[in-house]
């Protein structure tokens, strides 16, 4: 690591940190030649994903293709492309996080149906028409109670802890106003 100033291969470090939640470690560092003081980041290696396709092939992980799915998935829904980009970053990060370097592409599928679910209902129905390869009107009524049961699921989770909340807030509000 050169000094940006003089160029000299030679520094001390001052302080080591870490840094990104732990992802990289931040270095304080001083040049033993004109004593410029600069830092550097020592990031983890990125190892590639190998996706393992129906076909029994593999080949490695391409988040365009997976970001293309998506944009078909999600045309006229309003969702926005920047929310395209980050489902795509969300699924690579929990790739990434795992032990196993190889992903059959039916759990990226499956990742991919996990987020869109919560984005929007229309993208989700689309695209797991085109993944699960619906075969008639039965596979689609199926994925929409599907659908709908997991909402009801999350929207009974949520209540309760909502009216706690406002139980809890009431007693310290109002009376002295
Ligand atoms: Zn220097």
């Known amino acids: ?65 997976v970001l293309r799915g998506i944009v078909r998935a999600c045309e006229k829904t309003g969702v926005s492309p920047m929310q395209l980009e980050n489902v795509v970053d969300e699924i690579e990060a929990e790739l990434q996080q795992r032990i196993t370097r190889e992903v059959s592409s039916s759990e990226i599928g499956e990742l991919v149906l996990k987020y869109l679910q919560t984005l929007n209902e229309v993208a989700y129905i689309r695209f797991a028409s085109v993944y699960k390869q619906f075969q008639g009107i039965r596979d689609f009524v199926e994925t929409l109670n599907h659908l709908r049961e997991s909402t009801e699921c999350i929207e009974l989770e949520t209540l309760p802890a909502e009216t706690e909340n406002r139980a809890a807030v009431a007693p310290f509000m109002s009376p002295s106003r």
């Open 1 to 65: 690591m050169r000094c940006p100033v003089c160029q000299c291969p030679d520094n001390r470090v001052l302080e080591s940190r870490s840094a990104e939640s732990g992802h990289s470690v931040r270095r304080r560092r001083e040049c033993l030649q004109c004593t410029h003081r600069f830092t550097t980041y020592e990031r983890i290696e990125f190892v590639p994903i190998v996706v393992l396709k129906r076909s029994g092939e593999r080949e490695s992980f391409d988040r365009s293709k």
